[in-house]
């Protein structure tokens, strides 16, 4: 069953930083702002906790929310999340609205699969580097996915999986690639540790030497 975040949200009226400050100390929230759909930003207010807890799971970041204002739901998007420099603290959140058929850029996590049984891993001494974590997709909100799954099974060794490898659920595209195959990145490889590389490289280089007397 897929996840799902409700938050209730407040109207705010004051503003500034001081305003701000008095809100997160006395009531114990945090000032957010909701913009986007061609309609004007609305100032509001959240129970802080409620959204901290949320975030212990990472699909917040790729769903669609549903802040409860005054008795009405608004459909919108985590597009930005401010903390404290150093405290266990939120301090400000921006949800942009969601329009029913218009696309979304968000972005998704990877999740990597089989790492453990990929031969080139288990057989092999193999290790798995990731060089992306996420990838921004471009997708409409029904079909924005929770995560991006990344098989890397059948990987050979020194093998680089890409941006153009992945493989996307319907309706969904990567922004990247849209820039055209210059933006085709990394997302994964499988190499040696540079320790056995050398190892081999010095036994390789001894048994030319002993070959060739």
Not at 44 to 64: P, T
Request: aromatic letters at 4%; glycine letters at 6%.
């Amino acid at each position: 069953m897929a996840q799902e975040f409700a938050f209730e949200v407040f109207l705010r009226d004051d503003k500034g930083k001081g305003a701000s400050r008095r809100l997160r100390r006395k009531e114990r929230k945090i000032p957010a702002i909701i913009y986007g759909a061609n309609k004007e930003p609305v100032a509001i207010s959240l129970w802080h906790n409620d959204l901290k807890k949320a975030l212990e799971h990472e699909a917040i970041f790729s769903h669609i929310l549903t802040l409860n204002l005054d008795g009405k739901e608004e459909s919108v998007i985590l597009k930005d999340l401010q903390r404290h420099p150093f405290k266990p603290l939120l301090t400000h959140a921006d949800f942009l609205r969601v329009e029913k058929g218009h696309e979304l850029h968000v972005n998704v996590p990877l999740h990597f699969m089989n790492e453990d049984t990929a031969p080139a891993v288990k057989l092999e001494g193999g290790i798995v580097s990731h060089q992306q974590t996420e990838v921004e997709v471009i997708c409409l909100p029904k079909d924005l996915p929770e995560f991006i799954e990344v098989d890397v099974s059948g990987m050979a060794m020194d093998q680089t999986i890409h941006l153009s490898d992945l493989k996307l659920p319907e309706g969904v595209r990567l922004a990247a690639l849209a820039q055209g195959p210059d933006h085709d990145l990394a997302v994964a490889s499988i190499h040696k540790p540079r320790g056995v590389k050398a190892d081999e490289a010095e036994d390789a280089e001894n048994e030319g030497e002993e070959g060739g007397e």
